[in-house]
């Protein structure tokens, strides 16, 4: 009965580890003034709390109790490392003076780090991968193994990314904290564009063998929350109803098995009312503002989705209209895609497949499985089975998602020879 006990508390460790250390790291690096000695402190405290908490019992509030023993490791560890570099015990002396025992460990302080450690992520003199890669890693703790397969890159390439980015808020003293409000935002365009990034790669992920990852899509929901707070900008709350809308839909997007159901197929009992009534809010305040951009305009196509009662009672030609209004504001040719598709849907198969073939004439999409997948489907709602199973071919070729794989593997079944 005393090791079934001891291995539940070292469960609770594990849990809450993967649940605050991100926390945790954001409010250790204010405090110690660094990345490495935050994560040297972070893996001594949970070394601590492994042997501690299965003989006291879980503290009542674990995050702040990492903060406190993280903190005080990082002291001790520098004191032993004084016996050879007199500026570490000066250091040690400042952390330990600056710092009520009890600062920095209250649930508002630590979020207020994370808030701070997402602007020293997105800083603009890192380059806008390392941004990335960087804000992937130390805000929502991925693996950078993980963050390879998002990039489609080697893990050696992704690690010397996160290195550097962090030599150089180290070597420049790049501050770690939010900017002055006259700064704020030319800053926010670059931190809003990597917490949507995040949120994609949990609605949909780029690669592996799952469709869909909640901790990514959450934890940028949450950062999209803190922003707001921080300043109820038009764009901001735009990009907050976008990610909302989207994940609305997450219990209908995929099957018990883990397989792809698409929009039209999607059980709409299942979409979270609460999230599309407060991203429908807000974006309806962005749009009052009249001071929006294209997360705002993006999360009005989504709300128009979210509000049909059925795929056939769809808004098209609104939609098509929104798309328009996006491409003014944002051209890209994956929004060219998306428009064609709701065109498509607006005036026929035929309409969209011209638009779609103009599109891949240029090659810009050449590469992009989801331009030959949704050729593929108009084709194939065409009759053009030939056609169909060549897209489709192509698409599976590109795609690294292993639920669109099998997706694109059973349509190309269907389409016969």
Request: hydrophobic share 45%; net charge negative; charged share 30%.
């Amino acid at each position: 009965m005393v090791e079934d006990s001891v291995e539940r508390i070292r469960e609770q460790v594990e849990a809450v580890y993967r649940s605050d250390s991100r926390r945790v790291l954001a409010t250790l690096i204010r405090l110690l003034g660094g990345f490495e000695a935050a994560e040297e402190a972070l893996h001594d405290a949970f070394t601590a709390a492994m042997e501690s908490w299965p003989r006291d019992g879980v503290p009542a509030n674990p995050a702040g109790w990492f903060v406190s023993v993280g903190r005080f490791k990082a002291i001790e560890r520098l004191r032993r490392r004084a016996r050879f570099d007199d500026s570490l015990a000066r250091i040690a002396e400042r952390i330990e003076m600056e710092v009520p025992e009890s600062g920095g460990a209250d649930d508002e302080g630590i979020e207020d780090d994370r808030l701070r450690l997402v602007f020293t992520c997105c800083h603009p003199a890192l380059a806008p991968e390392a941004r990335i890669a960087l804000t992937l890693r130390e805000v929502c703790g991925l693996a950078t193994e993980e963050i390879a397969r998002a990039f489609l890159a080697p893990p050696a390439t992704i690690a010397q990314r996160i290195v550097r980015a962090k030599a150089k808020i180290r070597e420049e003293r790049i501050p770690y904290g939010v900017p002055a409000r006259d700064e704020l935002q030319e800053r926010l365009d670059g931190v809003l564009r990597v917490v949507y990034l995040v949120f994609n790669e949990g609605y949909s992920a780029s690669s592996g063998a799952t469709l869909l990852r909640g901790d990514l899509s959450g934890e940028a929901i949450r950062l999209g929350r803190l922003l707001a707070e921080l300043l109820p900008d038009p764009e901001v709350e735009g990009l907050l109803a976008l990610m909302l809308l989207q994940e609305s839909r997450r219990a209908a997007r995929s099957t018990a098995a883990g397989d792809i159901v698409l929009l039209e197929d999607q059980d709409r009992s299942l979409w979270d009312r609460g999230q599309i009534a407060e991203g429908t809010a807000l974006v309806e305040r962005a749009l009052r503002s009249r001071r929006f951009g294209p997360y705002t305009i993006q999360a009005a196509i989504a709300a128009v989705h979210a509000e049909a009662t059925s795929f056939p009672a769809t808004d098209w030609e609104q939609l098509v209209g929104l798309y328009d209004v996006l491409l003014r504001a944002e051209p890209s040719p994956v929004v060219e895609l998306n428009r064609a598709v709701a065109v498509a849907m607006r005036d026929g198969p035929e309409a969209g497949l011209e638009l779609v073939d103009r599109i891949l004439a240029r090659g810009e999409l050449d590469e992009y499985h989801l331009a030959h997948a949704a050729r593929a489907d108009l084709c194939r709602r065409l009759g053009r089975k030939m056609e169909a199973r060549a897209s489709y071919e192509r698409a599976l070729d590109l795609a690294r998602q292993e639920p669109e794989r099998r997706f694109l593997e059973r349509r190309l079944r269907e389409t016969g020879s």
